[in-house]
């Protein structure tokens, strides 16, 4: 396998970015139809995120294969990470732990993590309990189909 890497993100990768969260975000669309859904998200949004936080591309060799947003959370040493994502041709190879310990091992001042996912997407609450994430009891739904869980890891 190809060595993975994250890159750090400028501005000018936006595009890029938005482009390759369009395609793994979209299946998610449409089984919930979610107003709040990544695929809607515009280039300057991406941009301005890239701006006011950590994003990184995910790197497997010289392809660029998702992306991780870090986040300062709401207390100083405390992150969130929001989007993380692979591109669907390349999920099911153990990525997604792998950029987690390597965005993690990026900030080993840190002292907790949050993030949110859907409640329905059972694979995704098991990926991040498997990596040390519990919810937080907090729940936003969002329609008919699909409600958030927030999730918090304390290092």
Known sequence: MAVLRLKKAVPEDAAYITAMQYVAFTPLYEKYHDAISPVFETVENVAEKIADSDYYIVCCGEEQVGAVRVAEGSERDYYRISPIFILPDHQNKCLGTKVMEMTFAEY????????????????????????????????????????????????
């Open 108 to 155: 080993p001042n840190a002292l907790g993590w949050s993030l949110a996912t859907i409640k329905e997407e059972k694979r995704n609450c098991h990926f991040y309990e498997k990596l040390g994430f519990v919810p937080t009891g907090e729940e936003k739904r969002v329609n008919e189909n699909m409600t958030l869980v927030f999730y918090e890891k304390t290092v």
